[in-house]
């Protein structure tokens, strides 16, 4: 069964940092391509970054290039991602989707808030 558990999410004030982290189980790890992905109040959701199975190649949409960074440790199972320069636009849940075949796994997700 596959299992996605993201933690990290917090309240924070803009321009602070905050690094997501999620454990995942049930599948082929090694072999996956990772992504997390986020959804802000009344928006759908969006992609945010994603991770080639061996880690060496990133992708970044245009709004946090610069600003985020994902990673992953293929030995403990677990993507990361480390958001810097936060503001209130990066308001939203975010989450670690997996795709195995054609079946998108999603797990709850952390809310993440940046107030003042």
């Known amino acids: 069964q596959v299992r996605l558990v993201e933690f990290g999410g917090a309240l924070v004030q803009p321009g602070d940092s905050l690094r997501l982290s999620c454990a995942a189980s049930?599948?082929?790890?090694?072999?996956?391509?990772l992504r997390w992905s986020r959804q802000a109040p009344g928006n759908q959701r969006e992609l945010v970054a994603s991770?080639?199975?061996?880690?060496?190649?990133?992708h970044y949409v245009n709004f946090v290039k610069g600003r985020f960074t994902i990673s992953r440790d293929n030995v403990k199972n677990m993507v990361f991602l480390q958001m810097n320069s936060l503001s209130s636009a990066d308001t939203a849940v975010y989450s670690c989707?997996?795709?195995?075949?054609?079946?998108?796994?999603w797990g709850r997700g952390p809310p993440v808030t940046v107030s003042s």
């Open positions: 049930g599948f082929p790890f090694n072999t996956s391509v």
């Open positions: 991770i080639s199975e061996d880690g060496t190649l990133t």
């Open positions: 989707p997996v795709r195995l075949a054609s079946t998108v796994h």
